[in-house]
């Protein structure tokens, strides 16, 4: 079996057995994967003076997954009972196999979490995030999970060489984590060989609970190279020689409405003041940020200024300990008013909403066309993401015409995906209805139809069926799925056959294996096609000319922290003729 633990470097003491678990791989059967740990508590010789002062404190650009990491691991050390509460209970597929691969005794963890003491917030390093970023790209670059580098290097190496001025360091590595919330898990829960399916010193979370650190950087490395990924990280914790308490937290919008940061949603370039605090910070473009200030204690006022956003609330400094204040204003995606009858070939003005935190703003004009029928007889509507080594449209296995849509894995724990080049617009009785047969799958193999409302970056199921395990269907089956709550919502629609992570199940590719979709009907949807995006005023307006008299949607959207965020409610016009 191959090691993949996640390793760490706990508090006065180096493992270099396994850590966090990885789902099996169900190709080669091997065992799910745990991360590595390590920590010490000596200083180097490095003096404060390699940190200038500066009046901007910068944590550097950490990604929206960096940040997520961050915004985790702030979360379990403010309410660790919670958090273990969380990871009990999780559904997410690929933690729940790595739970259960290693045997993980739930009642036993969550009791531990409720153990643990809470602990003041970590702030993001600039320096060793960049130490952190370096140890993950070389290890997805020379296929390992490890402490030390592929030059030899060793913790302290890399954290000194950054330039960080350190009293005590720890660090967590992970080269085989599926998501961050599976990376997360794996650190957290410290699945192993151990008691209670637990590895026994319980590294990976001690350093993630301990109070001798104030700082920390995470470098992502995103991507499968040989036996590491899909997803690398390192975490590298600190505390520094300077005396100094942090005031640190994230600006974001809660665009899905979790109630919790997630990538895509930071408000970047907004300033943050601190009272007293000889330094301030410019949110980075993952809305986070950190402003090193006096540990006495104090009530100092912090506010958040700037792209026409702006608030304060207290951070209360108590003996030293860091405080983390949020900024997360309520998000209202541009809003388009005007004329709902334009004259074709006339010049319009229309307006929309201003949204804070935007430094640009799109708009867009599709006209509206009904959705034809798809007889799945070739791929020219969509977009194929498949291992390959077979034909997505089976001549043979088809419920009508010349073929049908057929999906199979025989690359296991692939997605085999097909998705619909064009943007639908549901009304408020849409469905979709189509011709379906699953034949051999196993329990763990599923049929999903999916829907995305924000351009493909995410995925919602809105039909999924599991195999049998056996033969499955002989013959196609209907299949209607409601799609009334998308209503005026544009989306995308795929087909997806996926499996859970490190599971057996039928790799064949023949017509009586996987799933086939055939005769797929659009009822109340309309296609909006060519759609022409250009750049609007910052001030609130553009001008649309339409070409011809017909129907045509016109949305707008924000850019945020260099990011094109989704487009907002279409605005619906019909452009008569003079």
């Known amino acids: 079996m191959i090691d993949r633990m996640p390793r760490c470097f706990p508090i006065l003491a180096a493992w270099f057995f396994g850590g966090v678990v990885v789902v099996l791989d169900a190709r080669a059967q091997e065992p799910p994967v745990p991360p590595a740990i390590l920590s010490r508590d000596v200083a180097p010789i490095l003096s404060l003076s390699r940190m200038a002062a500066s009046a901007t404190y910068s944590i550097g650009q950490p990604t929206g997954e960096e940040q997520y990491y961050l915004e985790l691991l702030n979360r379990a050390r403010a309410n660790p009972a919670a958090e273990g509460l969380r990871l009990a209970s999780t559904t997410d597929p690929d933690v729940v196999n790595s739970l259960k691969y290693y045997s993980v005794n739930l009642a036993m963890m969550q009791s531990e979490f409720k153990a643990l003491a809470v602990q003041p917030p970590l702030a993001m390093n600039a320096n060793l995030m960049k130490a952190a970023r370096a140890h993950a790209s070389d290890m997805f670059n020379k296929q390992f999970q490890g402490h030390y580098g592929s030059n030899g290097s060793t913790m302290s190496d890399r954290i ?7 009293k005590t360091i720890g660090e967590n590595v992970y080269s085989y984590a599926d998501s961050v919330w599976h990376g997360h898990a794996g650190f957290q829960v410290d699945w192993g060989g151990g008691t209670g399916g637990m590895q026994g010193a319980r590294g990976h979370r001690a350093n993630i609970h301990s109070a001798n650190f104030r700082e920390v950087g995470v470098g992502v490395v995103n991507g499968a190279n040989g036996s590491v990924g899909p997803q690398l990280v390192t975490q590298d914790f600190g505390a520094s020689t300077a005396s100094q308490a942090f005031i640190t937290g994230v600006a974001y919008y809660d665009v899905d409405g979790d109630g919790f940061y997630d990538p895509g949603e930071g408000i970047g370039g907004l300033t943050v003041q601190a009272q007293g605090a000889t330094q301030s910070a410019v949110t980075a473009d993952s809305g986070g940020y950190a402003i090193p200030v006096s540990i006495s ?34 998000y209202k995606p541009p809003v388009v008013t005007g004329s709902t009858s334009p004259k074709a070939g006339v010049a319009s003005t229309y307006r929309f909403s201003l949204l804070g935190g935007a430094t640009a703003y799109d708009w867009r004009v599709c006209r509206e066309t009904p959705v034809a029928f798809d007889g799945g007889e070739d791929l020219l509507r969509g977009v194929v993401n498949s291992a390959g080594g077979y034909n997505l449209i089976s001549k043979t296995g088809k419920f009508s015409g010349s073929g049908a849509y057929r999906f199979a894995q025989p690359k296991l724990n692939r997605d085999e995906t097909f998705t619909y080049t064009a943007e639908f617009l549901p009304g408020r009785a849409a469905s979709l209805s189509l011709r379906s047969r699953l034949g051999w799958a196993s329990k763990t193999q599923f049929a999903k139809i999916q829907v995305s409302t924000n351009g493909g970056s995410t995925w919602s199921d809105v039909y999924s069926q599991a195999g049998s395990g056996s033969a499955g269907e002989p013959d196609f089956q209907i299949r209607t799925i409601s799609l009334a709550s998308y209503a005026g919502t544009p989306i995308r629609l795929r087909f997806n056959y996926t499996m859970t992570i490190g599971t057996s199940a039928f790799y064949q590719t023949d017509d009586r294996t996987g799933w086939f979709v055939d005769d797929v009907l659009f009822y109340d949807m309309g296609e909006l096609s060519t759609p022409v995006i250009k750049a609007a005023s910052t001030g609130g307006s553009f001008v649309f000319t339409p070409t011809t008299a017909g129907l045509y949607h016109i949305a707008v959207r924000p850019v945020i922290s260099n990011r094109s965020w989704a487009f907002g409610p279409q605005l619906k016009v019909v452009a008569t003729t003079k």
């Open 160 to 166: 000194t060489g950054s330039g960080y001025a350190w």
């Open 297 to 330: 204690n104090a009530n100092r006022l912090t506010t958040f200024s700037g792209l026409s956003l702006s608030f304060s609330a207290n951070a209360v400094i108590t003996s030293g300990k860091n405080v983390k204040v949020d900024f997360k204003p309520a």
